[in-house]
């Protein structure tokens, strides 16, 4: 049996508002037949293809293959063509099979039913295959979600393992983490490079400030952590050790720096170890100071920043005395640009400002604008 096929649809699953930048993600690693829906990006490939995203793909949460799609609006058609299907194909016969689920818009809206349903469904199918009346379940994990819209139910294979989010750096993320993947992207939007200064004034565990490095030295996100796909009996070990080879040696020279710095000793703690863990203690500047206290020398350079949004108790008078120390930044360095997550809609009225440009992002499940004051671009490096 060879799982890994060349023509193969990859599924490749982000927060809202992010799909865009995969896609170009995407296309950068090579990968044309680039297909955008609201939280997926379709392409076909074989496994060099389903390697290279796992390893690079810095705003993606995780990577499947789509096994099948089809209408189903009864319990009898989703067991029925799913167990219709060649899975023997797919699945050696000791698979150990985790089923996962969700339905939105759907007849079928008990996820945990049809879990079940697609789990009774995938051991007939094996057992009329492997002839055998229980399978072990002792090999490699496949993780199989059923997912239905709209009454029609999709059967894919998760590659991925712990979602992309988790690089393995992170020890401790604080008390309101910002994922990695959320963080890069703030990065890539607000089109920094390394020949500008980049600073978090509120850096907390220091996701953004990390994530910017990481993109500075072209290191690959997932080069430090292994994904499902790889453990797959069929798995082309020559393969993956190759491209994390070549993805090493594409790394770039470390002379640059970047300052995160925030007002809480305590968590600034948690940002040196998360820097150390990430390898880029050398890129990364930590200091304990305000907002209010933040100076460069430097006439151009970007702040990107992800400001508590006053939902705590407490927090109110916090985020106000930052929006005050925000809008005296911004007055005082106003060649500089600045690039803001907030939930709060009211961003631009409290300093004093319009946005050159919003987007709509997802904090988690929280909704926020990520506001992007641009300023002048400087005419040589600094």
Not at 100 to 112: A, D, E, I, N
């Amino acid at each position: 049996m060879s799982f890994f096929k060349k023509d193969q649809m990859l599924v490749v699953a982000c927060a809202f508002g992010l799909e865009s930048l995969v896609s170009d993600e995407l296309r950068k690693l090579g990968i044309e037949d680039v297909h955008t829906e609201n939280g997926k990006i379709r392409f076909r490939g074989g496994e060099k293809e389903l390697a290279l995203a796992l390893l690079w793909l810095r705003t993606a949460d995780r990577i499947g293959i789509e096994i099948a799609n089809f209408k189903a609006e009864s319990f009898d058609e989703l067991f029925d063509q799913t167990c219709a299907l060649p899975w023997e194909n797919w699945l050696p016969v000791d698979a150990v099979m985790h089923i996962t689920g969700r339905s939105h818009k759907s007849k079928l809206f008990s996820v945990r039913d049809c879990q079940s349903l697609v789990k009774k469904a995938l051991v007939k199918a094996m057992q009329r295959k492997y002839k055998h009346q229980t399978l072990p379940e002792t090999g490699a994990l496949y993780k199989i979600e059923i997912s239905m819209l709209n009454d029609v139910a999709t059967l894919t294979l998760d590659c991925t393992g712990a979602s992309l989010h988790k690089r393995g750096y992170r020890s401790d993320a604080g008390d309101a983490p910002l994922k990695e993947t959320l963080a890069a992207a703030m990065v890539l939007l607000s089109r920094w490079d390394p020949s500008r200064t980049l600073s978090d004034p509120c850096c907390g565990s220091g996701t953004i400030a990390i994530e910017a490095a990481l993109i500075g030295l072209n290191r690959a996100p997932g080069l430090k952590r292994s994904f499902t796909a790889e453990t797959w009996p069929d798995a082309d070990k020559k393969l993956w050790q190759s491209l994390r080879a070549e993805a090493q040696a594409q790394e770039l020279p470390g002379d640059f720096r970047i300052l995160a710095s925030d007002m809480d000793s305590k968590v600034l703690k948690k940002a040196r170890q998360n820097a150390i863990n990430a390898g880029v203690e050398e890129q990364v500047g930590i200091q304990t100071l305000s907002l209010g206290e933040f100076r460069s020398r430097k006439k151009f350079g970007v702040v990107i920043i992800n400001p508590p949004y006053g939902e705590r108790i407490g927090e109110r008078t916090i985020v106000e005395m930052l929006y005050h120390d925000l809008k005296a930044l911004m007055d005082e360095a106003d060649t500089w640009s600045y690039f803001i997550l907030t939930a709060d809609h009211e961003l631009e009225t409290r300093i004093n400002r319009k946005a050159s440009k919003r987007r709509k992002l997802f904090n988690g499940k929280i909704p926020c604008q990520y506001y992007q004051f641009w300023g002048p671009l400087p005419w040589s490096k600094e």
